[in-house]
């Protein structure tokens, strides 16, 4: 009689989300979240201005944005050793943080270390992730994701707090602390790489993942693995006004995410009424990064991208009016930290639904590259906006940005999935 109790073999998908959310919580975190809290201490111990050490943070992040399509080709490549293309990440990551401890007053040597850590984050981080996610998970792609990318905000709610103490301990400084946080991110890191990542073996791995209760029928096709080329999706009009509509996102998250705390003080709030919203929305970005995928998974793209959308016009419209009513700065950082989700988890989940596994992380790092297009060009708008017509009509124009972006990506995500359904493209470019 045959046994129907056999345990199910467990599935090494959840696995790879943890190692992914270590990368998050430390290597990410270190490079995106920690450096900012050395901006003080490192110009006023080496004479720099806010705006030169600042164009650290610009130059890193457009070259590894340019970088990122080549670095996602990379790694989408079978032939690859993905092993080995991440222990490489891992030391440009967290040596080249280490790194900067030697820079001492060369501005120039600040700028080229930037290069390396940010192109390092790219291939463990920023295509690596999603990448890995993507390869796994046919099933539950979305709750994967926002596990994975959860770590990021969890790992700086303890990064900070010691990069703090560090810096302001005499006995360290900045030059020490960049090393200790540097050999930190290497210590993480590289055994992830060595010894977690890698990539399926085969279809029988994958199906570990698939629900029981579903038949065979659904289960290839859950499991099947499909991709427009490159080439393909650039003549799709369809995927430019998705590009677009990134770029707009952009725009909004530069003006938003970066510049509310000092138009807060700017108002006149406190510093614990600021503090307060800027925890608020700490918190509730971990809530949606968590909670985001399974938005995804569960309400489907037009859905959850109407969601996020709604969400941030709300938050623009607090913004306008919390001189009046302050307690909508509570509502606007609890949005827009659940709001999050679209432009954290939306271009990797997006990618990969609407344009399959064959060249996924090349496809990606495009589309990163209009986010970050996005992101750099809406600060420096956002500020000639606020220094030309104040800050009520800049956040007027933000709310218009992110209408814009929303139905770009609504029209482009609805439209594709139209298309692939009607061409049953599952089954059409199908990866042999």
Known sequence: MENTNTKKPFFYGW???????????????????????????VTTGEGFTLTQFSLLFTIGTIVSA??????????????????????IGSILCGGGFALY??????????YGISVLVQVGTAIISAIGVPLLVNAWF?????????????????????????????LSDPNFGYSKAYFIFG?????????????????????????????KKKNNDSKKANLAAWGY????????KLF????????????????MSVQYMSYLYKLGFSATYVANIGSIFAFFSIFGNLCGGLFFDKLGVKKSLMLAGSMVVICGLSLLFIPEIPALGYLFGAFLGISMFAYIIG??????????????????GIVQVFFAVGYALGTVIFGLSVDNFGYSISWILTIIYAVIAYSCLLISSVGILKHNKEENVTETKKIV
Not at 161 to 166: E, G, N, P, S, T
Not at 240 to 255: D, K, P
């Open 66 to 87: 340019l970088a990122s399509p080549s670095i996602g080709k990379i790694l989408s490549n079978p032939k690859n050793n993905i092993k080995l293309i991440y222990v």
């Open 15 to 41: 696995v790879i989300v943890a190692a992914c959310m270590l990368i998050q919580a430390v290597p990410y975190g270190i490079a995106m979240n920690v450096q900012p809290q050395f901006i003080n201490f």
């Open 240 to 255: 430019w006004i998705l590009a677009i509509g990134f770029i707009f996102v952009g725009f909004y998250v530069s003006g």
């Open 138 to 166: 046919k099933e539950n792609k979305g709750i994967a994701m926002g596990i994975a990318f959860s770590g990021g905000g969890i790992g700086n709610i303890f990064l900070q707090q010691i990069a703090a103490r560090l």
């Open 101 to 110: 401890s030697f820079a001492g007053g060369n501005l120039w040597a600040y």
């Open 183 to 211: 050999m930190i991110s290497l210590i993480v890191s590289l055994p992830i790489a060595i010894f977690l990542v890698r990539l399926p073996k085969n279809e029988a791995e994958l199906a570990l993942n698939i629900p």
């Open 229 to 236: 080329t490159l080439k393909e999706v650039t003549q799709m």
């Open 347 to 364: 271009p990797s989940y997006l990618t990969g639904v609407l344009f399959g596994d064959r060249e996924f992380g090349t496809i990606l």
